[in-house]
């Protein structure tokens, strides 16, 4: 497959010095058979002391500037727009946010309607990420999801409607008694959608998932791997063929799109976090708050820390990061400019171990340039282990 050549470290353009801001918000409607993140039953009560702890914890935040906001769940598109747009006021009155912050709810369809996601724009949010998953009703049956296919294109044109013209669609692959040919369609689904941006994601079975079960009562099974391979690789070919350029292993945008808040994820920027599991890493130091919402509200109401682990990475530790992450995007990571940042000369150190991956097709090495070939990013686990 012809692969770009890109020039530098900063291709995507989007590697800046401000911070990013994670919040956590870790109410949902109905619990997914498959979910394993930090979420439990939306509660009012609940929802709304834990919007005036998250104020608090914002308020206590290092003076510093951020430039994206990212409100991830559980579902933050249960909270009213009146919250989160306390909540971004809150972050504006500690922390010097770029007038042209990029600012994404995760949402989900069932929760919004035209009328909301107006609020929600007003209130200052400017990108949307829907999880989707499936634009079969069926295969949302499965996965417990509690939307339809309807309501989920439905939810992309309210959001076009209300003035949003940065909208993510998340979808998710290798579902259970899905073939190669309704996960297209699922794509086809997708670009006939007109989303900016999408995520796509291998459903992975934790091993007391309520699916597993669900899967051995009906006799549902997973495709083969090679089914998924074929999933995955065709997925992308076609979305970039619509326009939606793949610049991460599991992420397409179209030019200028991408997310510039998972970017700092992926090439070791730094991030702010707030609310219960959120976990954050500013100026080398990684720290994660308590898990419990109870437990998060309690120690913020009583002026105390949240924050459960906090840790400073060693200079190694910081290496392997970078590397790790930085393979993931399509663009890779540029040796020099590695060098310059971390005095590290990958080559000399890993070039052994990675030699063979060079030759199996999975890594181009590319002048300075190194990075993973399509084929490599089915087989990223073990390319990247050799960082781990
Ligand atoms: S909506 Fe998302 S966070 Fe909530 S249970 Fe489902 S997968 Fe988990």
Not at 217 to 243: F, H, T
Request: with cysteine; aromatic share 8%; charged share 25%.
């Amino acid at each position: 497959m012809a692969r770009r050549a890109p020039k530098d470290s900063s291709d995507l353009g989007l590697r800046t010095s401000a911070l990013g801001i994670y919040v956590h918000i870790p109410f949902c409607s109905a619990i997914c058979n498959y979910c394993n993140f930090n979420r439990g039953l939306y509660d009012a009560a609940l929802k709304s002391r834990y919007v005036e702890a998250l104020r608090r914890e914002i308020g206590s935040a290092p003076e510093t500037s951020a430039d994206t906001i990212f409100f991830g769940g559980g579902t933050p598109s249960l909270l009213e727009p009146d919250e989160i747009a306390s909540i971004i006021r809150a972050v504006r009155d500690r922390i010097v946010l770029d007038p042209a912050a990029e600012i994404t709810l995760e949402t989900n369809p069932e929760t919004v309607d035209r009328a909301k996601l107006e609020r929600f724009r007003g209130a200052g949010v400017n990108r949307l990420s829907f999880g989707v998953q499936s634009f079969h009703d069926d295969e949302l049956k499965r996965l417990g999801r509690i939307h339809s296919a309807e309501r989920a294109r439905a939810a992309v044109r309210d959001a076009r409607a209300a003035g949003f013209d940065n909208v993510s669609l998340d979808l998710m692959m290798w579902l259970p008694g899905q073939s190669v040919d309704a996960w297209m369609a699922n794509v086809e689904g997708l670009i006939a959608a007109e989303p900016d941006h999408a995520s796509l994601y291998l459903l992975e079975l934790y091993p007391n998932a309520p699916l597993k079960e669900d899967m051995a009562r009906a006799g549902w099974s997973q495709a083969p791997d090679d089914d998924a391979a074929e999933m995955y690789l065709r997925a992308m070919e076609r979305l970039e063929s619509a326009g939606l350029r793949q610049y991460e292993i599991s992420n397409v945008a179209r030019p200028g799109r991408e997310s510039r808040h998972n970017v700092k994820y992926w090439q070791d920027g730094e991030w702010l976090a707030f609310g219960c599991g959120a976990h954050g890493t500013v100026a080398g130091v990684r720290s994660k708050n308590v898990s419990g919402t109870e437990d998060y509200i309690a120690r913020v109401t009583n002026g105390g820390d949240p924050v459960s682990e906090r840790r400073r990475l060693s200079a190694n530790e910081r290496v392997e990061d970078a590397l790790f992450t930085g393979l993931r995007l399509v663009d890779g990571i540029d040796l020099d400019g590695f060098r310059a940042r971390y005095g590290v000369n990958v080559w000399e150190k890993y070039g052994p171990s990675l030699q063979p991956y060079v030759d199996a097709g999975w890594l181009v090495r590319d002048g300075s340039r190194l990075s993973l070939t399509r084929a490599g990013m089915l087989m990223a686990n073990e390319v990247l282990a050799v960082f781990v």
